[in-house]
């Protein structure tokens, strides 16, 4: 059988490069012909250098087509029955390709991996965000108030942890784009990608049309990756702009035009929230867990109302000080995190901000 690995890049020519180097590791023994793509949505010229050295087709599109426009691009470029659609900064685990690869051959028409923040493997990423009329009304009350926001958290962290808790493919669309492995007959189904959706969302749109469609859709633990988050999007000034209008665009698709103008009306007429007063960390980033029965869960998130979250699940209390990876840390510019732990019930036994002001040696955080 043939795969076709379809790279959309944009300004982050090392990490394409690792993204490959990681995927031809867990592809050599897989036993699959495979044609390399790399769609190049933009690159100086150092980066195009680096990027004709691999052993990929750089597709130049000659501008920035967005993931949709690169990825429809790729995607007719390409002839193999199974495709593996992919941000590069991605890296695959071992044995990641191979298990999406069998859950299509299985029978899922599209499939997605398990995420974690870090190679050490201790910070889940949280699934896509469930996409409803009421999560979106539980989002927008979540910014106006604790009391919303401590409801959004509690409907979100059963959602979270379906996946989290997840030891066989579970049927589910809350699949990240940044990496997803679909047959080519759902494809020719359903569609290409809206380019509508300039950046965000268009995964979401895809599956959603897949699901209308009848075709199953497996989130699929046993395929473990780490996504660094964002290495493309920070690059590009118009990123969060793009991310409030796919946002609209996709309310107005799936909700209707009058449910997307209500929560702009909510939005606007609801009294704003003032900030949430949250107990300062220590330099170490959390407070002392020998305080609180195990096991527990700690949530990570730069969202003042705690979610989405990355989270790690602690059977006992650890013999050091919790902190965040020192990786983790080497990414993060200042600015804020929010910290919740949690217990088993899902019930928050602290709660508090985390100010960080850059990385600092042996992996300890900033100024709180």
């Excluded at 590791?25 to 933009?42: M, P, S, T």
């Excluded at 209707?256 to 007429?269: H, T």
């Excluded at 602690?314 to 910290?339: H, K, N, T, V, Y």
């Amino acid at each position: 059988m043939r795969l076709a690995v379809i790279l959309i890049h944009y300004h982050t020519p090392e990490l394409a490069a690792a993204a490959v180097s990681a995927l031809r590791a867990d592809l050599a023994a897989a036993g699959l012909d495979v044609e390399w793509l790399l769609v190049d949505n933009g690159s100086d010229g150092r980066g195009r250098a680096l990027l004709d050295s691999l052993p990929v087709e750089r597709i130049d599109p000659g501008a920035n087509l967005g993931y949709a426009g690169g990825v429809n691009l790729g995607v007719a470029r390409s002839r193999a029955e199974w495709i593996l659609l992919m941000n590069p900064d991605v890296m695959v685990l071992p044995g990641c390709v191979p298990a999406l690869v069998a859950a299509l051959r299985d029978g899922a028409a599209v499939a997605g991996p398990r995420f974690w923040w870090d190679h050490s493997r201790r910070l889940l990423l949280p699934p896509a965000d469930l996409q409803s009329r009421s999560a979106e009304l539980r989002a927008l009350l979540a910014a106006h108030g604790p009391r919303g926001a401590a409801r959004a958290r509690r409907h979100w962290r059963r959602h979270a942890r379906r996946h989290w808790r997840a030891r066989g493919p579970l049927p589910s669309l809350s699949l990240s784009g940044s990496l997803l492995a679909l047959q080519r007959s759902a494809w020719e189904r359903v569609g290409p990608f809206d380019e509508g959706f300039r950046l965000y969302f268009e995964e979401t749109d895809w599956l959603r049309r897949a699901a209308a469609q009848g075709l199953p859709a497996v989130y699929l633990p046993a395929a473990e990756a780490v996504h660094l988050h964002a290495q493309s999007s920070v690059r590009e000034p118009q990123s969060q702009q793009w991310f409030e209008d796919s946002a609209r665009r996709f309310r107005e698709k799936h909700y209707g035009v009058w449910f997307a103008g209500l929560l702009q009306s909510l939005d606007r007429f609801l009294p704003r929230a003032r900030d949430e007063v949250l107990a300062a960390a220590p330099a170490a980033g959390a407070p002392d867990l020998t305080a609180f029965p195990f096991p527990l869960w700690i949530e990570i998130s730069p969202n003042p109302a705690g979610f989405p979250a990355a989270a790690e699940w602690l059977a006992a209390s650890p013999d050091e000080p919790w902190r965040l990876p020192a990786e983790i840390l080497e990414r993060l510019p200042p600015g804020e995190l929010f910290l919740q732990v949690v217990d088993e019930e899902g019930r928050e036994l602290d709660r508090r901000k985390l100010l960080l002001s850059g990385p600092l040696p042996g992996g300890s955080i900033g100024k709180v």
